[in-house]
């Protein structure tokens, strides 16, 4: 006979309560960023990637230039030649002395004066026939190939034709800078209205955009990169015509002193006077080129 066994149950000691655990803030170490090396060092870099190898090629430029026409014979002047003829053209650029014997920066400031009208007028018009062209097929039809025609013409023909109609060099001379530099902008213009997405004009039918509207809120805001496209060709043509032009018509401006410093034979003079016009030129498209990409929010046209 099996006797039913005893149960037994037996408890396990409960596990002793452990002491509480106490966090401990340990403090990050403190960073070694700070201005210089967030702000001030890469700005620095980015300066210097800039501005050093455009330096190294000017010394190495000059460098050889000063090796080539510093031998006896040599048909143009070295750079130091030209420092020590044209010392004062270069550190004074703003002096008076004379009807004709000014400083370059003032015969400079002369033909920005120029520029800045004929480039204006280009500017304006150029946009709105550009803009007339892209919007309507006949437009481009009939005038296209007449400007494709026109603008291959140098800016000097145009001169006798100016000094003719007007009688006057400055008119003249403006003349030649609107109609130099009014051909980009309107082909540029004439592009960006023409490549417009069809879902804007869609849009501007649903909400019934008058015509003026249609060209303010739809038509130039679509095509500004390339209108500023053709406004930066724009104005290195104007700069290049109106030297061209003044080197003919005369007066105070930076092509008539060239025209002069060559048959006085001041070589040196026409150098420096080279380097204006190059500088010039460069602020000048810079100057377009920021204009249009505040415009554009950085968006170029493709």
Do not use: H
């Amino acid at each position: 006979m099996n006797m039913p066994l005893a149960k037994t149950t037996s408890t396990l000691p409960a596990p002793a309560p452990s002491p509480a655990a106490t966090a401990a803030v340990v403090p990050l170490p403190k960073s070694s960023r700070s201005f210089l090396t967030d702000k001030l060092f890469p700005n620095l870099r980015a300066l210097a990637a800039r501005v050093v190898p455009p330096f190294i090629m000017l010394v190495l430029i000059f460098g050889v230039w000063q090796i080539l026409c510093m031998k006896p014979g040599a048909t143009l002047p070295s750079p130091s030649r030209i420092w020590a003829d044209a010392k004062d053209l270069i550190l004074d650029p703003f002096f008076v002395t004379g009807p004709q014997d000014i400083g370059l920066g003032l015969r400079v400031l002369t033909s920005l004066q120029r520029v800045a009208v004929g480039f204006g007028l280009a500017s304006v018009v150029g946009v709105l026939v550009g803009a007339i062209i892209g919007q309507s097929v006949w437009a481009m039809r009939g005038l296209d190939p007449i400007f494709q025609v026109m603008r291959t013409v140098p800016p000097l023909a145009w001169l006798p034709i100016s000094l003719a109609a007007f009688r006057d060099s400055n008119p003249s001379a403006i003349f030649v800078i609107f109609i130099t530099s009014i051909w980009p902008i309107i082909i540029n213009t004439a592009v960006g209205i023409r490549n417009i997405p069809q879902d804007y004009r869609n849009v501007a039918a649903v909400v019934r955009l008058n015509p003026i509207e249609f060209f303010w809120k739809i038509m130039i805001p679509s095509a500004a990169p390339y209108i500023f496209t053709g406004l930066r060709i724009g104005i290195g043509l104007s700069w290049l015509a109106i030297v061209a032009a003044e080197m003919l018509t005369g007066g105070v401006g930076i092509g008539f002193f060239i025209w002069d410093a060559w048959n006085s034979s001041r070589l040196s003079d026409i150098f420096v006077a080279l380097a204006y016009i190059g500088i010039v030129g460069f602020v000048l498209d810079r100057m377009v080129a920021f204009v249009g990409n505040i415009a554009t929010r950085g968006v170029q046209a493709s």
